[in-house]
């Protein structure tokens, strides 16, 4: 088997990352921050030994500004409905997930005015289109980082100064970068960080986070859902500080302590290592399918612009009908049709067919992507006989 669909989770994982759970099941096994005892003190410890590596990957200042969430859809909607009140504008993209787009519809029916700046079929835009669509009631620009389309990288350094000048709040999705891509918050100008755990970061699933910048006023950001956090029993009121005031239930703290190892193995690593092997793969199976003459490519050229993420069709031939022989016939297990991202597929020109979509691992070797283009180029050849 050939696994080439990390873009929707990642694997295999680091061993220590199944090890660290199975420990934690064993060994620890109690809830973090409800009770006295040890095991329950040792939890706890480990939740926040999480939030500091979190902290050193992505340059936090305070652990206690990144919370927990079940996964990045998550904690979108936590900054998008906790930040956006009728009358609010919002600015975002043409390239956006689901996970953005359809809590701004519904936010839109609500009173929001979304404003979408167009991208072009390679993904891009030109980061000053964005002061034409400022208005005095914009209050956050969403941009997601990397597209789980394309692998098209977005200059969010560039937009986050921009939000800035104008005292935008900015909040970047980094689904497809977090992990494999170098992120720095206050570099990067970014007031609100979504991640998830059970992609890039090499977690497992249902783990994920939002991360405050210190622009971001938490008294006025209004909790998803709120509950029991161990702190302040003895009110009916929910807690007004961090991380306490968005996390309200008992946490996936045995998710979490595998995704402590995941993280821990990437600062061991380096993302600037991890980003350059990606990328080197990235490369060799873009020209592989390029030479490929029924292979039709989408995305953008330079390496440097993208993350491992490659999205192609072949003519005549349907996303599907490649995906089913490539599984039952190659043995490579990949991601056909929308993506649940529509919108980049009407950037790009594949609504609503979609396209084949190729992601890759720092755990793929080169002979797999060798494999891969081998299994293309006969389907693309049987391809030639049915016409």
């Not at 809830?31 to 706890?44: D, F, K, N, W, Y």
Request: aromatic share 6%.
């Amino acid at each position: 088997m050939i696994y080439l669909d990390n873009a929707a989770t990642s694997y295999p994982k680091p061993k220590r990352v199944e090890q660290a759970m199975v420990n934690f099941m064993n060994n620890i096994g109690a809830s973090p921050g409800r009770s006295a005892h040890r095991l329950s003190q040792e939890a706890g410890r480990l939740i926040y030994q999480t939030r500091e590596n979190l902290a050193q990957l992505f340059k936090v200042n305070d652990p206690l500004r990144i919370i927990f969430t079940l996964n990045i859809t998550e904690a979108l909607n936590l900054a998008l409905q906790g930040i956006l009140v009728p009358g609010d504008g919002v600015i975002t993209s043409s390239m956006e997930h689901n996970s953005v787009m359809r809590p701004l519809r519904d936010l839109e029916r609500k009173g929001v005015k979304v404003e979408i700046i167009p991208c072009s079929s390679r993904g891009e835009f030109d980061p000053e289109s964005i002061k034409k669509r400022i208005k005095k009631n914009t209050k956050l620009i969403v941009i997601n980082h990397g597209s789980n389309v394309i692998g098209s990288i977005l200059p969010i350094c560039q937009i986050g100064e921009i939000a800035r000048k104008h005292g935008i709040l900015f909040l970047v999705d980094t689904a497809q970068t977090a992990g494999c891509y170098p992120l720095d918050m206050e570099k990067d100008k970014i007031d609100l960080l979504a991640f998830t755990g059970h992609k890039a970061l090499f977690g497992p699933s249902g783990t994920g986070g939002l991360i405050f910048g210190e622009r971001v006023n938490i008294k006025k950001l209004i909790p998803l859902k709120r509950g029991g956090t161990g702190s302040w029993s003895e009110f009916e009121e929910q807690p007004d500080f961090l991380p306490d005031k968005y996390e309200s239930g008992t946490l996936n703290a045995v998710g979490i302590a595998g995704l402590n190892e995941g993280v821990k193995f990437i600062l061991q690593e380096g993302v600037d290592k991890i980003h350059r092997y990606e990328l080197l793969l990235t490369q060799k199976l873009i020209e592989g399918l390029k030479n490929i003459p029924e292979a039709i490519v989408y995305g953008a050229e330079k390496r440097e612009d993208r993350v491992a993420v490659v999205s192609f069709n072949i003519q005549k031939r349907l996303p599907s009908e490649i995906g089913l022989k490539l599984d039952e016939e190659y043995g490579i297990m990949c991601r056909i049709g929308l993506h649940c991202s529509p919108a980049s597929h009407k950037t790009i020109g594949t609504f609503p067919m979609g396209s084949v979509r190729f992601s890759l691992s720092y755990f793929n070797q080169w002979e797999e992507i060798e494999q891969a283009l081998e299994a293309v180029k006969k389907i693309a050849k049987e391809g030639r006989k049915l016409k």
